[in-house]
């Protein structure tokens, strides 16, 4: 009984000590939470605020113009285009991927997951570079491309590979760490009650991963509006054929066009607000 006495006055002498460690004072919380405003305030909501005031700056007329002239409206279909396309091929690697390296052993699977994160790594100007020498007029299978009459350089085509390049991690990043947290049982006893592999993921690997799975459909599709660098490099930056919403912007902001160039980019800023509220929407069903 006396040898448990010293552990006693340590646990008890311990516990005041560790929510003085913990607890600070109103000031302090108050300080650090202004701090935080402060600075999203001024890094974010107020040049959200500028695009807009400066976009509505000659009145709603002028702003609805610089929206529908025909090359802002190429410019808006051709990412809608561009991000129809990608999501869904981002999608399909990234429940590949992310079944793979979750549910299986096998060689290279380290490596695998390397590779994945590289585009996260590589410069997105590089990686358009990069398909510019294998595409490109000069390129590795240029001559064979313009033999065949296919174009991948300054086309639509080469504009979907560099968003793919820069797009591919987002679902699977967000898929691989979820389906190795929640392990193969489920999977493995719908299998010895007779289920398929097709049932199964439609039954029990889907419904467990649909949170993650939209949360990672959106942030790969804000990727894809918004890519400039890669799109830039292999684009050639043809009005109304291979600008998409950021390369128009630049174009009219390089041509002092500022009200046209922050109209277009409300729309792009626009769409970044509607994914971040479906982001907390998604986050808020997945903690229900």
Known sequence: MAGNIPLQSNTVAAGPRLTN???ESQGIKWLLIGIALSFLGLVLVLPLAAIFMK??????????????????????????????ITVPLNVIFGLAASWAIAK?????????????????AVSPVIAGMIFVLLFGAQGIFGPWLGANNIKIIFA?????????????????????????S??????????????????????????????GLLYGIILSSARAVG??????????????????????????????????????ASMMSIFALFTLIVKNIIEWQALK
């Open 104 to 120: 299986f052993e096998f060689k290279g699977k380290n490596f695998l997951v390397t590779i994945i994160d590289l585009p996260f």
């Open 55 to 84: 976009a509505f700056e000659q009145g709603a007329t002028v702003f609805m113009a610089a929206i529908i002239e025909p090359d802002a409206l190429a410019a808006i279909r051709l990412t809608l285009l561009v991000v129809a």
């Open 227 to 264: 890519e400039f660098g890669a799109v830039s490099v292999v684009s050639g930056h043809i009005r109304g054929l291979t600008n998409t919403m950021p390369l128009h912007v630049e174009i009219l902001y390089n041509e002092y066009q500022f009200t046209a160039a922050f109209a277009v």
């Open 156 to 180: 639509v085509p080469g504009i979907v590979l560099a968003t793919l390049f820069v797009t591919m991690p987002f679902v699977a990043r967000e898929l691989i760490p979820l389906m190795q």
């Open 21 to 23: 460690a913990i607890t």
């Open 182 to 211: 929640q392990g193969r049982a489920e999977e493995e006893a719908a299998l010895t009650l007779g289920a398929n592999g097709w049932k199964t993921f439609l039954l029990i690997t889907l419904p467990n991963i649909k949170w």
